[in-house]
């Protein structure tokens, strides 16, 4: 049977929707197997049901393999109901704001350390999703600085983290991917980025078949640019309104977070059903703009 879910846009619409475990089960029953059971390991469709568990255990009839919604998944070995965590998805693919552990645990009724390490998962999923996934045809990259405003000096403020904003453009010369990564402190020079930096973003985020790549590091940026840096911004603005200024350790995560939402809505393409199958695919290993190939990226 198919369902046609609606995108509920407050918490209330969220709850109103999916009010017990059942119905989040059935949800990612049908995310993770959209057209009936199939098994992992052989690829048979008819599986024996165990329901007396917490979670439905499938059982291969023809290979007898066991599995789960959950197994091999970020959820794998949690004790959290699936309620919880498909809440917290719901919240994480919110465009308006994001969530932090505090707000989460509050919501869910966990610990903070539980949801911080749910969270954490989630955003794992959605950075090994963007790992999978190169710039491609047209690309430019372009230096930019999250965090102290304004820094006249030439060494660099602790608090301040150069970045490479790149994005692959599509035929109207618009960004139709985006990705913000971190530079290492040790490829900047007083506030300089050494060729390092730019070759180590071409080999970890570029496809090698590119058509041209446009990189700017100087101090001046060029007028076409600024679609690019518009997000760098924006970034900034929202991990500051999520999370409260923080340290390096998380950053790319967070960064990541914020393109994965911008990327999904610049394809107009719902973000809570394409966070769920991120969040039910095996080992998350998946490439953005196909969360149904489960094939293992490099
Ligand atoms: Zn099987």
């Known amino acids: 049977m198919e369902t046609h879910y609606h995108l509920s846009s407050t918490l209330e619409q969220f709850q109103q929707q999916f009010p017990t ?22 690829g048979h469709s008819r599986a024996y049901i165990t329901s007396t568990r917490r979670l439905p255990l499938y059982e291969c009839l023809q290979c007898h393999h066991q599995t789960s919604l959950t197994a091999g998944t970020i959820m794998a070995g949690s004790r959290t109901s699936l309620h919880k965590w498909l809440t917290a998805i719901f919240l994480v693919s919110r465009t308006d704001q994001g969530t932090n552990a505090v707000a989460l645990s509050k919501i869910i009724s966990v610990t903070y350390k539980t949801a911080w390490l749910i969270l954490h998962k989630i955003r794992h999923a959605i950075s090994t999703a963007d790992q999978c996934t190169r710039l491609s045809g047209i690309v430019q990259v372009n230096s930019a600085v999250y965090g102290k405003p304004y820094n006249p000096y030439f060494r660099n403020h602790p608090q301040e983290h150069y970045l490479l904003a790149g994005s692959s453009l599509n035929i109207q010369g618009e960004p139709s991917y985006i990705k913000l990564k971190l530079v290492p402190k040790i490829h900047i020079k007083e506030k300089f980025f050494q060729r390092a930096a730019t070759l180590d973003f071409t080999q970890k985020h570029i496809e090698s078949q590119t058509s041209s790549i446009e990189f700017i590091t100087g101090r001046f940026s060029s007028k076409k640019f600024r679609a690019l840096l518009a997000f760098a911004a924006k970034a900034g603005k929202y991990i500051n309104n999520t999370f409260h200024g923080i340290g390096q350790k998380y950053l790319q995560h967070y960064l990541d977070e914020f393109c994965y939402k911008v990327n999904l809505t610049l394809h107009e393409a719902p973000i809570f059903q394409h966070l769920t199958h991120l969040c039910t695919a095996p080992h998350a290993k998946l490439n953005f703009f196909n969360p149904q190939n489960t094939r293992m990226c490099a």
Do not use: L, R, V
């Open 21 to 42: 475990e059942e119905a989040c089960i059935d949800y990612f029953f049908q995310t993770k197997w959209p057209s009936g059971f199939s098994c992992p390991h052989c």
